[in-house]
């Protein structure tokens, strides 16, 4: 499997993942542990992957995403956005919709 396969796979087959600096443990940059404190405030699931341990995931999720920053945030497989957009639907009150990953 490729590493662009691979990518899709992941954000397919998590209803939420985040692509950041760090870990969620241990984010590496302030715009990758604001979205890690939203997420942990809405106490979802989630996985995290941590782009600084291969350059070329970066490349690769950007190509596909068309998004070029760190942090990337998929829902359900659709990408919500980076640390700004996680952060202003948070204040605004509608990320919580968008992180109702209940089957209904």
């Known amino acids: ?5 691979q990518i899709k796979n992941d954000i397919a087959s998590n209803l939420i993942i985040l692509y950041m600096k760090g870990t969620k ?3 590496m940059c302030g715009f990758s542990n604001q979205v890690v404190q939203i997420l ?8 995290d992957v941590n782009v600084l341990e291969d350059p070329e995931i970066r490349v690769r999720l950007s190509e596909q995403s ?4 760190i942090p990337q ?5 659709k990408l919500i956005g980076g640390a700004d957009i ?3 639907l948070h204040q605004r009150g509608e990320l919580l919709d968008i992180l109702d990953i209940s089957e209904n």
């Open 86 to 88: 996680t952060m202003e």
């Open 66 to 69: 068309g998004w070029p920053t």
């Open 1 to 5: 499997m490729t590493l662009s396969e």
């Open 73 to 77: 945030l998929f829902v359900k497989g």
């Open 25 to 27: 443990d241990m984010p």
């Open 40 to 47: 942990n405030h809405y106490g979802v699931a989630y996985k």
